[in-house]
């Protein structure tokens, strides 16, 4: 069974290179470009896994990941942000609004595999 993961990205350049990272390991996409249709679409088809990057527009990954993680049906899921935010404080942010995992950009994309297979065995 192929694991399904959801790109919440607002920038076309990240998500291909998520798109093709992803694809390449075995993984099926979905993408959202804000935070609000993040939300949407995975209370619409549901992903196994999300990618979620904080600096969004209409709403940001923090306050869409507190509405994702808020749905019983979607609690469970977990949610990796990816982000340039990297300064004191915002990881705990994150884990604060119901991340389960922080990867800061430039990632390795070996590691961000590494980090991801942690939660899709």
Do not use: F, W
Request: with cysteine; aromatic share 4%.
């Amino acid at each position: 069974m192929t694991r399904r993961i959801l790109v919440v990205e607002d920038h076309e350049d990240n998500r291909r290179i998520l798109r093709d990272l992803l694809g390449s390991a075995g993984y099926e996409t979905t993408e959202a470009e804000n935070g609000r249709d993040g939300v949407a679409a995975a209370l619409a088809d549901p992903p196994d896994l999300i990618l979620m990057d904080i600096q969004l527009p209409l709403m940001d990954g923090y306050e869409a990941t507190r509405r994702i993680k808020a749905e019983a049906a979607l609690a469970a899921i977990p949610v990796i942000v990816i982000t340039s935010y990297a300064l004191s404080g915002d990881e705990a942010k994150a884990r604060a609004a119901g991340c389960d995992a922080y990867v800061t950009k430039p990632y390795s994309p070996r590691a961000l595999l590494a980090k991801i297979r942690e939660y899709l065995p």
